[in-house]
Every structure is written in C-alpha cells, then in structure tokens.
C-alpha cells in the first residue's frame, strides 16, 4: 500500500511561484509512475503533469513551459514547480501514483491518491 501526502500549496499573486511536494510511504513508491492532477470548483480533475518510469515526463498544454515535475527517489517525493501562476491555475492539487499507466492523462490510470492541496493565484 501506498500513501500519498501532498504539501506546498497556498495563496499567491499572478506571477508568483510555488512548489508542491508529494511524499509517499510504501516500499514500492520508487517503482511507480507519479502524476500531479488539479480540480477547479465545478469542474473535473484534469490532467497537470507527470512522470513515468518509462517514457519519461508529460506536462499539458496549458502548464508546459511554466511548470516543471521532478523526482527525488530517495526522499521518496515527487515536487511540482509552478512559475509565473495565472488565476486560472487556482484549484486543488492532488498527487496520483499508479504502476501501469495507459493514457498519461486519465484519472483512471493512478491506483493511489493523496489528500490534494489548496493552490490560489490572485489577479
């Protein structure tokens, strides 16, 4: 079993920064796909980024050149950098694990999710 703690999330200015972190316990973290996935009231979860034990990094359009995902095995966490935050980057943010992933962007692929964390970019 696998459990996911998301932290770093807060209430910023468009243009601002912030970094997300995922920390998971379980043994088998290390040997799962990671991906980051975001809710806005009223809408469904979507698709941010992630990053896979094979076929590396994915990131959505609307993301690509403004956040970047990474790894750190060792401390078992996988962190999100989000650059020059837009309001509509507000949303709460989960972290998802899963060992076979199919499509990249589908909530169906990750087996283990965490709790998500509040992000709010003000205009």
């Known amino acids: 079993q696998v459990q996911l703690v998301e932290s770093g999330g807060g209430l910023v200015q468009a243009g601002d920064s912030l970094r997300l972190s995922c920390t998971a316990s379980?043994?088998?973290?290390?040997?799962?796909?990671v991906g980051w996935f975001r809710q806005a009231p009223g809408n469904e979860r979507e698709f941010v980024a992630a990053?896979?034990?094979?076929?590396?990094?994915h990131y959505a359009d609307s993301v690509r050149g403004r956040f970047t995902i990474s790894r750190v095995s060792a401390k078992k966490t996988v962190y999100l950098l989000m650059n020059s935050l837009k309001p509509e980057d507000t949303a709460v943010y989960y972290c998802?694990?899963?060992?076979?992933?199919?499509?990249?962007?589908?909530?169906?692929?990750?087996?283990?999710w965490g709790q998500g964390t509040q992000v709010t970019v003000s205009s």
């Open positions: 990053t896979l034990t094979i076929n590396g990094i």
């Open positions: 998802a694990a899963g060992a076979r992933i199919r499509t990249v962007v589908s909530v169906t692929d990750y087996d283990y």
């Open positions: 379980g043994r088998t973290f290390n040997t799962l796909s």
